[in-house]
């Protein structure tokens, strides 16, 4: 496979340095990409960078994570108005575990291959680095002419923001300093990032051109927005991440499955390995038949499968149905409490005592005198004769039905459907 070609397909190109295409057609090439630590979790944000990273080792070469230690403590000016908060080396060595551990299962790092990937940390060579040899050995080679045309440093300049420190102007300087660091120790020859990184990378590839006379290259793929000009990635309750910790995977699958056509178009050649005849079929096929969202279904479906597992994907496809489709009451028994109240959040609650049920109550007494999901008795009576009532998915038979605590789920709920659409918590305290 042709990597710059896979790319260009994919709309993952935004910038590339001539003669990286004949650098990765002459030999086996070590690329990094610099991941900030500044959390214990990658977020979808990150994805971006991963499938390069991972379409770069299916081509045969092999790819550097490098994880910003000491950049971290910095704070890079590409792309923010203000400063970032800073980080002590015990948190970011807990985070740069943590983000391995999940990226061991997009990319390969364990293998004996030759393009196994490895994971730096730039803390471990910048900590030996005293102020008067940085600016000895390193900020003589550029000039301050230089590194004011970026157009990351010239928006600061301009009234963008709060201004910028002069920890944060040398920030390209740091990072140059990597890609000089690992062309030196590993024979890295390319760094990789998304498109508002191109002026710290140019910076790296120019300081190895005039420190070692060496050629050195860049790339960078776009940043992702949603089709309406939004953050890609952002949610009402803020990033959607990779650790089922901060992000389940039935929200995870859910933020896929959920967005725009247009979205879709782009997202499933970006954060899929499916080749191309798979997704133009798949696109030609959800364009004649959009309300069937084969292409979401599709999309939620690898990504999740790819970050979590095929078992994490079937539970969310699982608990999706729950509320959408016509799952069983053995299939609501399945899914973990934090993913069950994700799936009805929003839907009407009422509080029961547990004294309530210990003994059994009947089902019309709990729906009207105990929690109102019926405002009376009759109205409950003939729904339920009606067949239009559920108890935890499964049909309440009898106007005369008991419920205990049997019936509870994860020992404290009690999920009533009134009709086809309309659903109750009942929390049993």
């Given at each position: 496979m042709n990597f710059v070609e896979e790319l260009k397909w994919r709309g993952m190109i935004h910038d590339i340095m001539p003669g990286t295409e004949e650098q990765l057609a002459k030999e086996m090439t070590t690329a990094y990409v610099g991941i900030d630590p500044t959390a214990d979790s990658l977020h979808i944000g990150h994805l971006v960078s991963v499938m390069i990273m991972k379409h770069f080792q299916r081509c045969g070469h092999k790819p550097i994570v490098l994880v910003g230690g000491a950049t971290g403590m910095i704070g890079d000016p590409s792309g923010k108005s203000l400063e970032r908060n800073l980080l002590d080396e015990t948190t970011l060595r807990r985070n740069q575990e943590a983000i391995k551990n999940q990226l061991s299962r997009l990319i390969d790092f364990n293998?004996?291959?030759?393009?196994?990937?490895?994971?730096?940390?730039?803390?471990?060579?910048?900590?030996?680095?005293?102020?008067?040899?940085?600016?000895?050995?390193?900020?003589?080679?550029?000039?301050?002419?230089?590194?004011?045309?970026?157009?990351?440093?010239?928006?600061?300049?301009?009234?963008?923001?709060?201004?910028?420190?002069?920890?944060?102007?040398?920030?390209?300087?740091?990072?140059?300093?990597?890609?000089?660091?690992?062309?030196?120790?590993?024979?890295?020859?390319?760094?990789?990032?998304?498109?508002?990184?191109w002026g710290n990378i140019t910076t790296g590839t120019e300081l190895i051109r005039r420190k070692l006379g060496g050629e050195a290259f860049a790339l960078t793929c776009p940043l992702i927005k949603k089709a309406d000009g939004t953050k890609f990635g952002k949610t009402e309750s803020g990033n959607v991440w990779l650790d089922a910790r901060y992000t389940s995977p039935y929200k995870f699958y859910q933020f896929w499955l959920n967005v725009s056509d247009e979205d879709a178009e782009r997202y499933i050649r970006i954060f899929t390995v499916l080749d191309r005849e798979t997704i133009e079929s798949l696109i030609a096929s959800h364009r004649q038949a959009p309300h069937l969202r084969e292409l979401q279904k599709t999309l939620?479906?690898?990504?999740?499968?790819?970050?979590?597992?095929?078992?994490?994907?079937?539970?969310?496809?699982?608990?999706?149905?729950?509320?959408?489709?016509?799952?069983?009451?053995?299939?609501?028994?399945?899914?973990?409490?934090?993913?069950?109240?994700?799936?009805?959040?929003?839907?009407?609650?009422?509080?029961?005592?547990?004294?309530?049920?210990?003994?059994?109550?009947?089902?019309?007494?709990?729906?009207?005198?105990?929690?109102?999901?019926?405002?009376s008795k009759g109205e409950a009576r003939k729904l339920i004769q009606g067949g239009g009532v559920?108890?935890?998915?499964?049909?309440?038979?009898?106007?005369?039905?008991?419920?205990?605590?049997s019936d509870l789920l994860s020992d404290k709920y009690l999920l009533v459907q009134k009709g086809k659409k309309n659903y109750f918590l009942i929390v049993v305290r």
């Open positions: 293998s004996d291959a030759p393009n196994a990937a490895e994971m730096v940390n730039n803390y471990d060579w910048m900590k030996n680095f005293s102020f008067l040899e940085f600016i000895r050995d390193i900020g003589k080679c550029i000039t301050v002419n230089y590194m004011m045309a970026k157009d990351s440093v010239k928006k600061r300049f301009n009234g963008e923001g709060e201004g910028m420190s002069f920890t944060e102007f040398t920030y390209q300087l740091v990072q140059g300093t990597d890609f000089l660091h690992l062309y030196q120790h590993k024979n890295c020859k390319l760094q990789m990032g998304g498109s508002d990184q939620a479906r690898e990504v999740t499968c790819m970050v979590h597992s095929e078992e994490e994907y079937r539970k969310a496809v699982e608990a999706s149905s729950i509320l959408f489709g016509g799952a069983t009451a053995e299939a609501l028994r399945g899914i973990d409490e934090r993913t069950f109240l994700q799936v009805f959040d929003g839907v009407p609650q009422f509080e029961v005592p547990r004294s309530v049920i210990e003994n059994g109550v009947g089902v019309l007494s709990l729906c009207t005198e105990h929690a109102s999901v019926f405002p559920s108890l935890n998915k499964e049909k309440v038979a009898s106007v005369e039905a008991e419920v205990s605590a």
